[in-house]
């Protein structure tokens, strides 16, 4: 399968623990994003690189979020000090060069419990 | 600024029936505006995209949409609603002069009915 891919699918973790998420892209595509979901609510923008490059960070990532993508390829996306408002899907996203925002190819996801 | 309003949180339809998920947006610009899918334990798909050519858009799965300026609106419909349609449908707006963000609405679940 050539599709995005995410790692963990799932992982709960405690109150305070920091945690790590991965997203491998479609390996041509230069434009990685990262989304939040929670229940009842469409995804919502996080950060977007564009190759290796940070461009943007939404107000939701807080200074407890990090995100790389250190050779423009896979990304990892931190939080450190989880709280139990983090628990939520969260979702990436890769696009082609010089192609337009819309055309996202979407990872499953990782639901993230944080007890 | 962009947003976007999807005005039914869910919708039944029996199998067969038509569909009929509504969208509402707001735009300073001339936006372009899409629906995506999202099926359980699956990644959201692009069902499809309108970007000031034809008002009326058509998708995979035999869906479609009309854009329509003067009501603000880009509503999604089916003719005839099949079992594996069930699952949950975004309405997403982007700005045509930020080709690299897209807001995305609540989300509307569909239910199909035997």
């Known amino acids: 399968d050539t599709g995005v891919s995410q790692d963990p699918r799932h992982k709960i973790t405690k109150r305070g623990q920091n945690v790590t998420f991965r997203c491998d892209p479609i390996?041509?595509?230069?434009?990685l994003y990262w989304y939040r979901q929670t229940l009842g609510q469409g995804p919502e923008f996080l950060t977007y690189?564009?190759?290796?490059?940070?461009?943007?960070k939404s107000r939701l990532l807080s200074d407890r979020f990090s995100a790389e993508r250190p050779k423009g390829s896979f990304s990892t996306l931190e939080i450190q000090r989880t709280e139990q408002g983090d628990s939520a899907m969260y979702l990436c996203?890769?696009?082609?060069?010089?192609?337009?925002?819309?055309?996202?190819?979407f990872g499953p996801g990782t639901r993230l419990t944080v007890t | 600024a962009q947003s976007v309003t999807q005005l039914d949180s869910h919708v039944s339809v029996s199998e067969g029936t038509p569909v009929l998920l509504r969208c509402n947006y707001s735009?300073?610009?001339?936006?372009?505006l899409f629906w995506y899918v999202q099926h359980p334990n699956k990644g959201l798909q692009l069902l499809l995209k309108?970007?000031?050519?034809?008002?009326l858009v058509k998708g995979i799965n035999g869906f479609e949409a009309e854009f329509k300026k003067s009501e603000t609106s880009f509503h999604l419909t089916k003719p005839s609603a099949h079992m594996s349609d069930a699952a949950e449908y975004f309405c997403?707006?982007?700005?045509?002069?930020?080709?690299?963000?897209?807001?995305f609405g609540k989300g509307t679940r569909l239910h199909i009915l035997p």
């Open positions: 309108y970007t000031s050519a034809a008002t």
């Open positions: 390996s041509e595509h230069n434009r």
């Open positions: 996203a890769s696009s082609p060069r010089d192609r337009l925002a819309y055309e996202q190819y």
């Open positions: 997403v707006v982007s700005d045509a002069n930020r080709d690299d963000k897209i807001i």
């Open positions: 735009s300073s610009y001339s936006p372009s």
């Open positions: 690189f564009q190759n290796e490059a940070q461009l943007e």
